[in-house]
């Protein structure tokens, strides 16, 4: 079983930056595509941006040229780096990775618990 685990979240003024860790942990063969999801107050849970394990990047178009993701490989952890940070960016921010715990074995979808963001003066 794999586990993510969010950190970074908090309180920001409009213009500032965060940047959000997620680490996971568990059984681990390999990890493809991990990612970041939010769900705003009242609103459906959108795609922020996600990484392939070579790097390949995929951003929203709400978030592009501000939000930059990254990943390291040998820590099974991915970031978000979130600058200009604009009140509608206001949500809980999920973590989400595609992971095989043995070889040979379908993949899984794991979800994070979210760690709130919040955008305010």
């Known amino acids: 079983q794999v586990q993510l685990l969010e950190s970074g979240g908090g309180l920001v003024q409009p213009g500032g930056s965060l940047r959000l860790s997620c680490a996971a942990s568990?059984?681990?063969?390999?990890?493809?595509?991990m990612g970041w999801y939010r769900q705003g107050p009242g609103q459906q849970r959108e795609k922020v941006a996600t990484?392939?394990?070579?790097?390949?990047?995929v951003y929203g178009d709400s978030v592009k040229g501000r939000f930059t993701i990254s990943r390291d490989n040998a820590k099974h952890t991915i970031y978000l780096q979130m600058d200009k940070l604009k009140p509608e960016d206001t949500a809980v921010y999920y973590c989400?990775?595609?992971?095989?715990?043995?070889?040979?074995?379908?993949?899984?979808?794991?979800w994070g618990q979210g760690t709130q963001v919040t955008v305010s003066s």
């Open positions: 989400n990775a595609d992971t095989q715990t043995a070889p040979r074995t379908r993949y899984t979808i794991s």
């Open positions: 568990g059984t681990i063969f390999n990890i493809e595509n």
């Open positions: 990484i392939t394990t070579g790097g390949s990047t």
